[in-house]
Each structure stands twice: as C-alpha cells, then as structure tokens.
C-alpha cells in the first residue's frame, strides 16, 4: 500500500485564486511528521511546510497553509493569492518513527503539478 | 541563509565508470541523506548517514553505492560501477537534530547524473 498518496497528478488554478493540493498517509505510528516541497522545472527541492502529529494547530507559512486533518489522515496544502511563480510540482512526503535506528528517512508521494494561469 | 550545496550539478559518465557526488550539509546540521529520483518519478531514500555511520539504507543503495564524511564538512556518495538505471537527480539532505529538534530536512540543489 502507498503511504503518501497524492492524486492529482495535475491541477491547474488561475493567478490570485487560493488552490488546495491532497495528500492522504498512511502510518501506524503515533509520531510521525508531514511535509510539502516545492520542485520547479530547474530540479530544486524547496522545503515549504511541516506539520508534527502531535501539532494540535494547522502549520502556516506566509501563503501556504496545511490542514491537516489526523483522524482522516490527510494534509492537504493550502496556497493562497496563487502567483504565477507557484507553477511547480508539489511533493508531500512524512517522516515516520524514529524507531530501531531509523532516522527519519522521508516518504514521498508522486507529486501534484501545478500550473498557474494568467 | 544557511543551504545545502552539490556539485556538480551535471554529471555524465559512461557505463562501468564510478562516480562520485558532493554535498556539503550545512553546518551545524548531523543527519544526513541521499535521495534520488529517476526523471519524472517520485524522490526515493537511498540513505542516511549519523556520527560517521550508515544508520539505515533502502533496498536500491546495495553494494555499488557507498557513502563517507572524509572531512567536517563534505559528505560523499560513490556509484562504483555506473549502470543505465542510475541516472536520475541525485539530492543531498542534512537535519539538525538530534530527536526533539528541527525536524525539517533541507535539500541540496542535485546532481543530475546521466550515465550512457
């Protein structure tokens, strides 16, 4: 079974509108932490957000937002005022455990690519 | 701001060849990892790397594919023997630490590989 799963695997939103990306997981850790990254078309991986599970307030970063809801398992990114310069791929990824040694290697889903209308 | 830096930021080599690719984590950071992604593909985990140590790996970092802190500050991986299916971005990541603290990883730019 996937554990990040993504399934827009294209989303198309126009200049200024608020857009929201899903990404469901699957653990059965208690502890367990969630991320989105940005990768535009030069490769880059830009770290946007992250949300512990035992964070009790949803994470919010200048226009990004995560909302993350625990008992659906899902963290869905939100970006407000979208600009053109948010074309990208969206990557949501979860940090499990660090249990038996692990160092908390991430998980990522496929990707959600964004494109921004004028 | 503190980042993450790779170099090079292309590498082309033929089959058979060893490669080696560097980062160099920021500074005040002790864990640190390899990811790859195959173009068009999702980010897989190769490795991660604490106090000069192999703290756990994935099943693709078998045994062509080797990683060493030589110094403070660069942090290495080595592909002994360059396949076709190796060519992908390669990432670097490091995290503060230890558990309790910044839990974030920051990503290098990476390394694309391309092995003909």
């Known amino acids: 079974a996937q554990k990040i799963t993504q399934t827009q695997p294209g989303m198309f939103v126009q200049e200024k509108e608020a857009v929201t990306l899903d990404c469901t997981y699957d653990?059965?850790?208690?502890?367990?932490?969630l991320f989105w990254y940005k990768q535009p078309s030069s490769g880059e991986m830009i770290f946007l957000i992250y949300q512990g599970s035992y964070d009790e307030q949803n994470a919010t970063e200048g226009r990004y937002s995560l909302n993350f809801q625990k008992a659906r398992k899902s963290a869905n990114l939100v970006i407000s005022a979208s600009q053109l310069g948010d074309s990208a791929m969206y990557f949501c990824a979860m940090r499990e455990g660090f249990y038996g040694g692990s160092q908390g290697n991430l998980i990522f889903g496929k990707g959600t690519k964004l494109s921004v209308k004028p | 701001e503190p980042e993450v830096t790779q170099t090079p930021s292309h590498q082309v080599t033929q089959m058979g060849q060893e490669v080696i690719l560097r980062c160099v984590p920021i500074?005040?950071?002790?864990?640190f990892y390899w990811y790859r992604q195959i173009l068009g593909q999702k980010v897989e985990f190769l490795v991660s790397?604490?106090?000069?140590?192999?703290?756990?790996k994935s099943e693709i970092f078998d045994d062509q594919f080797s990683v060493e802190r030589p110094d403070g500050s660069n942090f290495t991986l080595k592909i002994r023997s360059t396949k076709l299916e190796d060519s992908a971005m390669y990432f670097c990541?490091?995290?503060?630490?230890?558990?309790?603290?910044?839990?974030?990883?920051?990503f290098g730019p990476g390394t694309r590989l391309t092995v003909l």
């Open positions: 653990t059965s850790d208690q502890s367990y932490g």
């Open positions: 500074s005040n950071h002790l864990y």
């Open positions: 790397f604490y106090n000069n140590e192999i703290s756990e």
């Open positions: 990541a490091s995290r503060q630490g230890p558990f309790g603290t910044s839990d974030t990883q920051y």
